[in-house]
């Protein structure tokens, strides 16, 4: 019981920090734009006037129209389309309550028919590749088991977990080290031999007409030799380098 009472506020703590974060991804994920609509929704829930369907229709495909010219600048993104696709739940909510006064009026056999049809309409999203992007971390992740490697240092989780090892994470080291590249090596190699990891997996992906990230050379060049660098490489996936740590 006393171990249990002097783990509390470390666990508290902890999902304190995961919450914050949360809320913090959150307003990332879902644009302002996105969260300014939700505002103005809320602000008008005991509104005895609601508005036209038509208006609300209006307002998502002007707000989804913008966001989409916006974005066509950068680059196309499945973030960005998560984004578009969370204007059109609302009408989703609509399509529901039109379904079941279909049920209600035509009969639930007819409503069964209405229900195959669209679960019959998800067979090409749910047989379709996943994600082909990442297929690399995932041979990473294999190719960090067949060395039997307990614990790996990756900036994407995906590698420890295919792998059956415990995770160190660099996304924090990397953006925290600051711009210069052999400051963000250093601070990703000082994390991973302070977690005791035997490995450390980085993206090599060039995007966007921009050049790898030369992270992976600088922290090679950190090592003693010999050094052991493997690169992971497949056609329309991301660039995936290991490096193995010397025990």
């Known amino acids: 019981a006393g171990a249990l009472r002097g783990g509390t506020p470390g666990v508290a703590g902890e999902w304190l920090v995961h919450a914050a974060k949360q809320a913090a991804l959150l307003v990332v994920a879902a644009n302002p734009i996105v969260l300014a609509l939700v505002v103005l929704g809320a602000s008008g829930v005991r509104s005895s006037r609601a508005p036209p369907a038509s208006a609300l229709a209006a307002l998502a495909l002007a707000a989804g129209g913008a966001l989409l010219f916006a974005y066509a600048f950068f680059r196309a993104d499945e973030r960005y389309a998560a984004t578009l696709a969370s204007l059109s739940l609302p009408f989703a909510g609509l399509g529901l309550s039109r379904f079941a006064s279909f049920c209600e009026r035509d009969g639930f056999l007819r409503g069964k028919a209405l229900v195959l049809v669209l679960l019959l309409a998800q067979l090409p999203f749910a047989t379709r590749a996943r994600n082909e992007r990442k297929a690399t971390w995932r041979d990473a992740g294999e190719l960090v088991r067949s060395l039997g490697i307990a614990r790996v240092a990756a900036s994407d989780p995906r590698v420890a977990f295919y792998a059956g090892a415990a995770h160190v994470d660099l996304r924090g080291a990397l953006r925290d080290a600051?711009?210069?590249?052999?400051?963000?090596?250093?601070?990703?190699?000082?994390?991973?031999?302070?977690?005791?990891?035997?490995?450390?997996?980085?993206?090599?992906?060039?995007?966007?007409?921009?050049?790898?990230?030369?992270?992976?050379?600088?922290?090679?060049?950190?090592?003693?030799?010999?050094r052991v660098v493997i690169p992971i490489e497949r056609r329309g996936a991301e660039s995936v380098v290991v490096i193995a740590l010397s025990p």
């Open 178 to 226: 600051g711009r210069s590249s052999a400051e963000r090596a250093r601070a990703v190699l000082s994390l991973a031999r302070a977690a005791n990891a035997s490995a450390i997996v980085l993206d090599a992906t060039a995007r966007d007409r921009k050049p790898a990230d030369p992270i992976v050379k600088e922290v090679a060049d950190l090592l003693p030799s010999p």
